[in-house]
């Protein structure tokens, strides 16, 4: 059974570094020049702002951080079956997606 995607489980697999990136997430956090220690900051930090306990893929959640420069992250993270955390994505919530870092735009579904 996955563990829950609570941010106290976030975090401490985060401390164990017991979290890989996805092959979609690296691609992202690539392209929009998101580094692993940004992340890491982040998801420390973070708090769970969405859960998404009937992803088809497994329970999830959408955990807001702060990179070290302040910059809002946000990152969808799941646990696979072996209890490892997984980022799925991670992106700076920016519009027309989200009005804020905490508010989706117009429209905008989970």
């Known amino acids: ?3 829950s995607v609570t941010i106290a489980a976030v975090r401490a697999a985060v401390l164990a570094d017991q979290w890989a990136l996805t092959r979609h997430a690296r691609e992202r956090m690539g392209r929009r020049r998101i580094g692993d220690e940004q992340l890491v900051h982040a998801l420390a930090a973070g708090e769970v702002i969405e859960d998404y306990p009937t992803d088809p893929r497994g329970p999830s959640a959408l955990v807001l951080g702060r990179a070290p420069d302040g910059t809002p992250l946000h990152a969808v993270c799941a646990f696979d079956p072996s209890g490892t955390l997984l980022v799925i994505t991670a992106y700076v919530p920016e519009s027309p997606h989200w009005l ?5 735009g117009a429209g905008q579904s989970p």
């Open 100 to 104: 804020d870092e905490r508010t989706r």
């Open 1 to 3: 059974m996955r563990p």
